[in-house]
């Protein structure tokens, strides 16, 4: 258990609609990272938060966004969803934003969505 | 950009088998290098890293060194366990700037037979 948690942890929908995929992080963690893993792109960064503020953006859509909390959880909203979408979302934290050398991220365990 | 290049799979071996699975990367400057496995239904955990040329990363038996000559990072395992089936994936993580996120090679599936 990495101490990172995730929820839901699958979720089937239907395209066009809207979903917000939850993510706390370990605790002392201020930075959380949102990736996606399909099998046709592979495991692929998304964005970054540290402390409440995006650090960080990858490929990430613009039908996508995050958001980090005061409390430090953070949310992943993915809107207008296309059969594309159909993926596994990690969220994983670590301790700071520097990222040093003894910096580690911890993953969570995923959110599997299915869109149909 | 950074990129992670990775033996493709799927790897089939019989218990006690050695195991390698390459990795190459490209990055500029010095990266911090990681291998991490991802056990059936599960998320990722992180086996072992390094953070400069010629450190050797181990855990559960597990070796890579970090070599920048060849700029490679390929994992190891004198006798691999049935247990040891999951999907290996090199990762990198530039060396400063904003480059704090992880990229990732394409994972390589592992299967021990018994």
Redesign the interface.
Known sequence: D?G?TQTPKHLITATGQRVTLRCSPRSGDL?V?W?QQSLDQ????LI?YYNGEE??K?NILERFSAQQFPDLHSELNLSSLELGDSALY?C?SSVG???G??E???????TRLLVL | GNSVTQMEGPVTLSEEAFLTINCTYTATGYP?LFW?VQYPG?????LL?A??ADDKGSNKGFEATYRKETTSFHLEKGSVQVSDSAVY?CAL?GPGG??????????TQLTVLP
């Open positions: 990495s990172v930075s990272y990736y592979g495991l692929q960064f970054h650090r960080a990858g990690f994983a934003a520097a990222g050398p003894l580690t991220q911890y993953f969570g365990p995923g | 911090s991490y599960e998320g990722l955990q992180l890293k953070t400069k994936f993580r904003s480059a704090r996120q992880l990229t990732f090679g394409s994972g």
